[in-house]
Protein backbone atom coordinates (compact mmCIF):
# COMPACT_ATOMS: atom_id res chain seq x y z
CA UNK A 1 0.00 0.00 0.00
CA UNK A 2 1.34 3.33 -1.12
CA UNK A 3 2.21 5.61 2.13
CA UNK A 4 3.73 8.92 3.27
CA UNK A 5 4.88 9.85 6.59
CA UNK A 6 5.99 13.51 7.45
CA UNK A 7 7.60 14.19 10.59
CA UNK A 8 8.24 16.31 12.76
CA UNK A 9 4.20 17.24 12.72
CA UNK A 10 5.78 20.92 13.88
CA UNK A 11 8.85 22.68 14.05
CA UNK A 12 9.88 25.93 15.74
CA UNK A 13 13.31 26.92 14.53
CA UNK A 14 15.07 30.79 15.58
CA UNK A 15 15.81 32.79 12.56
CA UNK A 16 18.83 31.28 11.09
CA UNK A 17 18.44 27.65 12.71
CA UNK A 18 19.14 24.97 10.05
CA UNK A 19 16.63 22.23 9.93
CA UNK A 20 15.84 19.77 7.92
CA UNK A 21 11.75 18.11 7.70
CA UNK A 22 11.60 14.38 6.48
CA UNK A 23 9.09 12.72 4.26
CA UNK A 24 9.05 8.81 4.66
CA UNK A 25 7.67 6.95 1.62
CA UNK A 26 6.71 3.51 0.41
CA UNK A 27 5.04 3.25 -3.42
CA UNK A 28 5.45 0.51 -5.82
CA UNK A 29 7.83 2.22 -8.43
CA UNK A 30 8.78 5.82 -7.41
CA UNK A 31 7.23 8.10 -10.62
CA UNK A 32 7.96 11.38 -8.87
CA UNK A 33 8.27 13.20 -4.67
CA UNK A 34 6.81 16.58 -4.72
CA UNK A 35 7.15 18.81 -2.01
CA UNK A 36 4.29 21.96 -1.76
CA UNK A 37 4.41 24.98 0.72
CA UNK A 38 0.91 25.93 1.63
CA UNK A 39 0.45 29.21 3.61
CA UNK A 40 -2.67 29.47 6.34
CA UNK A 41 -5.93 29.80 4.19
CA UNK A 42 -4.06 29.41 0.94
CA UNK A 43 -3.88 26.18 -1.40
CA UNK A 44 -0.92 24.58 -1.52
CA UNK A 45 1.79 26.14 -3.61
CA UNK A 46 4.30 23.65 -5.82
CA UNK A 47 8.37 23.96 -4.76
CA UNK A 48 9.61 20.59 -6.32
CA UNK A 49 9.43 17.62 -7.69
CA UNK A 50 12.66 14.20 -7.52
CA UNK A 51 12.36 11.28 -9.67
CA UNK A 52 15.41 9.35 -8.62
CA UNK A 53 17.82 8.93 -5.63
CA UNK A 54 20.66 11.40 -5.11
CA UNK A 55 18.67 13.64 -7.32
CA UNK A 56 18.38 17.27 -5.35
CA UNK A 57 16.87 20.51 -6.22
CA UNK A 58 17.58 23.90 -4.48
CA UNK A 59 15.49 27.38 -4.17
CA UNK A 60 16.78 30.42 -2.38
CA UNK A 61 17.21 28.73 1.18
CA UNK A 62 15.38 25.16 0.74
CA UNK A 63 16.96 22.22 -0.60
CA UNK A 64 15.54 18.93 -1.62
CA UNK A 65 17.30 15.81 -1.58
CA UNK A 66 15.78 12.01 -2.16
CA UNK A 67 17.03 8.55 -1.54
CA UNK A 68 15.36 4.87 -1.81
CA UNK A 69 13.34 5.36 1.20
CA UNK A 70 13.00 9.32 2.11
CA UNK A 71 13.17 12.29 0.70
CA UNK A 72 14.21 15.39 3.04
CA UNK A 73 13.50 19.72 2.85
CA UNK A 74 16.91 21.38 3.90
CA UNK A 75 16.03 24.85 5.64
CA UNK A 76 19.12 27.16 5.54
CA UNK A 77 19.10 30.15 7.55
CA UNK A 78 15.20 30.25 7.83
CA UNK A 79 14.02 33.46 7.81
CA UNK A 80 10.36 33.96 9.45
CA UNK A 81 9.07 34.39 5.68
CA UNK A 82 9.14 30.60 5.54
CA UNK A 83 6.87 29.59 7.91
CA UNK A 84 4.21 27.93 6.56
CA UNK A 85 3.32 24.32 6.45
CA UNK A 86 5.18 21.83 3.97
CA UNK A 87 3.74 19.31 2.17
CA UNK A 88 4.89 15.74 0.62
CA UNK A 89 3.23 13.47 -1.97
CA UNK A 90 4.27 11.03 -4.47
CA UNK A 91 2.46 9.84 -7.63
CA UNK A 92 0.04 7.16 -6.42
CA UNK A 93 -1.38 3.66 -8.36
CA UNK A 94 -0.99 2.71 -11.97
CA UNK A 95 -1.32 4.40 -15.38
CA UNK A 96 -1.46 8.33 -16.20
CA UNK A 97 -4.06 9.27 -13.91
CA UNK A 98 -1.96 11.76 -12.23
CA UNK A 99 -2.85 10.69 -8.83
CA UNK A 100 -0.89 11.53 -5.98
CA UNK A 101 -1.16 10.74 -2.24
CA UNK A 102 -0.15 13.11 0.70
CA UNK A 103 1.59 13.39 4.07
CA UNK A 104 -0.03 15.07 6.88
CA UNK A 105 2.70 17.97 6.65
CA UNK A 106 4.90 19.54 8.99
CA UNK A 107 3.59 22.76 10.08
CA UNK A 108 7.26 25.19 10.83
CA UNK A 109 6.83 28.15 12.57
CA UNK A 110 10.09 30.65 12.50
CA UNK A 111 10.36 33.42 15.15
CA UNK A 112 12.47 36.13 14.73
CA UNK B 1 -2.69 33.42 -16.52
CA UNK B 2 -4.61 32.91 -13.46
CA UNK B 3 -4.10 29.00 -12.88
CA UNK B 4 -6.71 27.23 -11.08
CA UNK B 5 -9.83 29.22 -10.03
CA UNK B 6 -12.17 28.18 -7.38
CA UNK B 7 -15.55 29.86 -6.55
CA UNK B 8 -17.17 30.59 -3.85
CA UNK B 9 -14.27 30.97 -1.73
CA UNK B 10 -16.61 30.64 1.23
CA UNK B 11 -20.07 29.16 1.80
CA UNK B 12 -22.32 28.30 4.70
CA UNK B 13 -24.74 25.84 4.14
CA UNK B 14 -27.86 24.17 6.51
CA UNK B 15 -28.00 20.19 6.62
CA UNK B 16 -29.75 19.18 3.84
CA UNK B 17 -29.21 22.01 1.66
CA UNK B 18 -27.39 21.35 -1.76
CA UNK B 19 -24.78 23.33 -3.68
CA UNK B 20 -21.64 23.40 -6.48
CA UNK B 21 -18.04 24.34 -6.48
CA UNK B 22 -16.50 25.24 -9.61
CA UNK B 23 -13.19 25.10 -10.47
CA UNK B 24 -11.44 26.03 -13.61
CA UNK B 25 -7.99 25.69 -14.71
CA UNK B 26 -6.41 27.68 -18.15
CA UNK B 27 -3.02 26.00 -18.25
CA UNK B 28 -5.07 23.42 -20.65
CA UNK B 29 -3.95 20.48 -18.30
CA UNK B 30 -6.40 16.88 -18.95
CA UNK B 31 -5.98 16.06 -15.58
CA UNK B 32 -8.53 17.53 -12.89
CA UNK B 33 -9.38 16.95 -9.06
CA UNK B 34 -11.03 17.82 -6.01
CA UNK B 35 -9.94 17.34 -2.64
CA UNK B 36 -10.72 18.01 0.96
CA UNK B 37 -8.54 19.33 3.42
CA UNK B 38 -9.20 18.71 7.11
CA UNK B 39 -7.28 18.86 10.75
CA UNK B 40 -4.99 15.91 11.00
CA UNK B 41 -6.23 14.45 8.23
CA UNK B 42 -4.10 15.82 4.81
CA UNK B 43 -5.78 16.16 1.56
CA UNK B 44 -8.16 13.80 0.59
CA UNK B 45 -8.73 12.91 -2.76
CA UNK B 46 -12.80 13.11 -3.67
CA UNK B 47 -12.77 12.62 -7.12
CA UNK B 48 -10.90 13.05 -10.39
CA UNK B 49 -11.12 13.52 -13.42
CA UNK B 50 -7.78 12.07 -16.01
CA UNK B 51 -9.16 13.53 -19.19
CA UNK B 52 -12.07 15.17 -20.57
CA UNK B 53 -14.90 13.27 -20.75
CA UNK B 54 -13.69 10.44 -17.21
CA UNK B 55 -13.98 10.88 -14.03
CA UNK B 56 -13.59 8.63 -11.50
CA UNK B 57 -14.04 8.12 -7.57
CA UNK B 58 -10.73 8.85 -5.25
CA UNK B 59 -10.74 8.50 -1.74
CA UNK B 60 -13.45 9.53 0.25
CA UNK B 61 -16.60 9.87 -2.18
CA UNK B 62 -19.68 9.40 -0.65
CA UNK B 63 -22.18 12.11 -0.68
CA UNK B 64 -20.30 13.82 -3.87
CA UNK B 65 -20.52 14.24 -7.29
CA UNK B 66 -18.72 15.65 -10.18
CA UNK B 67 -18.95 17.39 -13.57
CA UNK B 68 -16.44 17.33 -16.12
CA UNK B 69 -17.96 20.63 -18.17
CA UNK B 70 -15.39 20.79 -20.61
CA UNK B 71 -10.76 20.56 -20.48
CA UNK B 72 -11.27 23.50 -18.64
CA UNK B 73 -13.82 23.19 -15.97
CA UNK B 74 -14.43 20.39 -13.12
CA UNK B 75 -17.34 20.90 -10.35
CA UNK B 76 -18.22 19.76 -7.83
CA UNK B 77 -21.88 19.10 -6.30
CA UNK B 78 -22.98 18.26 -2.33
CA UNK B 79 -26.22 16.66 -3.31
CA UNK B 80 -27.78 17.00 0.40
CA UNK B 81 -25.20 18.69 2.24
CA UNK B 82 -24.27 16.81 6.27
CA UNK B 83 -22.21 18.27 8.79
CA UNK B 84 -19.59 16.61 7.98
CA UNK B 85 -18.77 17.66 4.69
CA UNK B 86 -17.53 20.72 6.26
CA UNK B 87 -14.26 21.38 5.09
CA UNK B 88 -11.93 23.26 3.17
CA UNK B 89 -12.08 22.60 -0.77
CA UNK B 90 -9.19 22.43 -3.65
CA UNK B 91 -9.27 21.77 -6.50
CA UNK B 92 -6.49 20.94 -8.51
CA UNK B 93 -4.92 20.07 -12.28
CA UNK B 94 -1.70 18.52 -14.02
CA UNK B 95 -0.80 16.99 -17.34
CA UNK B 96 0.74 13.81 -16.01
CA UNK B 97 2.56 12.04 -18.67
CA UNK B 98 5.94 10.07 -19.47
CA UNK B 99 7.33 10.13 -16.43
CA UNK B 100 6.47 13.80 -16.24
CA UNK B 101 3.79 16.58 -15.30
CA UNK B 102 2.53 14.91 -12.12
CA UNK B 103 2.98 17.85 -10.66
CA UNK B 104 -0.21 19.46 -9.42
CA UNK B 105 -1.27 22.77 -9.44
CA UNK B 106 -3.84 24.10 -6.82
CA UNK B 107 -6.77 26.55 -6.39
CA UNK B 108 -7.21 29.09 -3.32
CA UNK B 109 -9.48 26.61 -2.00
CA UNK B 110 -13.75 26.54 -1.15
CA UNK B 111 -14.06 26.78 3.09
CA UNK B 112 -17.16 25.40 3.61
CA UNK B 113 -19.21 24.96 7.18
CA UNK B 114 -22.50 23.07 7.32
CA UNK B 115 -24.78 23.81 9.81
Known amino acids: EDQVTQSPEALRLQEGESSSLNCSYT??????LFWYRQDPGKGPEFLFTLYSAGEEKEKERLKATLTKKESFLHITAPKPEDSATYLC?????????????FGQGTTLQVKP | NAGVTQTPKFQVLKTGQSMTLQCAQD?????MYWYRQDPGMGLRLIYY???????DKGEVPNGYNVSRLNKREFSLRLESAAPSQTSVYFC??????????????FGPGTRLTVT
Open chain 1, 27 to 32: VSGLRG
Open chain 1, 89 to 101: AVVHGSGNTGKLI
Open chain 2, 27 to 31: MNHNS
Open chain 2, 49 to 55: SASEGTT
Open chain 2, 92 to 105: ASSEPGQGAGYEQY
